[in-house]
């Protein structure tokens, strides 16, 4: 049989060059409000002679990949002895292989132990993506998120002291006008906690059909306009507190594309805001705009 993907398929933009292996078809937690990523496909955990099948047929295909993205929604939720294997054969059959990455809630990490997460780490999972999406409970439980700040952040730091580096996504404009600054500031908040090795910005995007888009149409939530949306960035920016992080908001969904280490290029990028403020001009045009 040959390499074969269940559609749809989603990876970070950064896994745009990856060999994808779905360890797990779907997402285990398929409810978040904005999300419809999932919502015709069915969760499960493919078992192992599936997954051996997979990386069989694919090494025939890509016998010289450097990066791996194991697939679907948050792959980390497989058993911990399902994974190993899976990283135990990517490493044997992939001989040029560098980076293995892989989707994560925080429920993952909390439910495997420090000594499975520092397995994992050790047999090569090279970076996890981790939705903070943000650092407010109140929207957090708005979203349907079914996690809190403080699981988001107590996972995010058991991954990183079993030596698994966690590139975090946020979503400006998540709580709408009403909330924008308490999204900025608690994000800011939560993210300064995690002090992940990457953050990157989304900005709300709402996808046709889903809860979110209905919210919409019946007036019960409002988008931010793209000045909004830049402020509530300024916001974040200026209450964040990071060491060595790599900031980047060049997600096609967002206005104004910045990149830069943060805290470091911090002002650099405060500096951005307020010439792009200036020159509305500079921003990303809403036809341009995507997932
Ligand atoms: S956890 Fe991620 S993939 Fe799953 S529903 Fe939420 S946003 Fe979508």
């Not at 499960?44 to 090494?59: G, H, L």
């Amino acid at each position: 049989m040959g390499y074969y993907l269940v559609p749809p398929v989603y990876r970070p933009p950064s896994e745009a060059h990856s060999l994808i292996l779905q360890v797990t078809l779907g997402c285990s937690h398929n409810a978040c409000s904005f999300c419809v990523a999932y919502k015709g496909k069915k969760f499960r955990v493919k078992t192992w002679p599936e997954i051996e099948a997979d990386i069989e047929a694919a090494k025939k295909y890509y016998p010289n990949a450097t990066r791996i993205f194991l697939a679907d929604g948050n792959a980390m939720v497989a058993d911990t002895g399902l994974l190993l294997k899976v990283l135990e054969k990517v490493h044997r059959d992939f001989p040029y292989l560098e980076r293995i990455g892989i989707y994560a809630r925080a429920s993952d990490f909390l439910e495997k132990t420090p000594e499975d997460l520092k397995k994992l780490s050790e047999a090569g999972i090279g970076l996890v993506y981790y939705g903070l999406e943000s650092g407010s409970d109140r929207i957090l439980k708005m979203i349907h998120k079914g996690e809190t700040v403080s699981q988001m952040i107590e996972g995010g730091h058991k991954a990183m002291e079993a030596g698994l580096p966690l590139s975090i996504t946020f979503i400006i404009g998540l709580g709408g006008p009403e909330l924008s600054e308490e999204h900025a500031k608690e994000t800011a908040a939560a993210a300064s906690a995690i002090n992940p090795a990457y953050l990157s910005a989304l900005t709300m995007f709402i996808p046709e059909g889903s809860f979110m888009d209905r919210k919409l149409k019946r007036g019960e939530f409002k988008l931010l306009t793209p000045e909004q949306t830049l402020r509530e960035l300024k916001i974040l920016l200026e209450n964040i507190l990071l060491e060595n992080c790599v900031f980047r908001s060049n997600h096609a969904s967002n206005y104004l594309p910045l990149k830069g280490v943060l805290n470091r290029d911090r002002d650099k990028m405060l500096a951005m805001i307020d010439k792009a403020l200036a020159n509305p001009r500079l921003l990303r045009p809403e036809f341009l705009r995507g997932l």
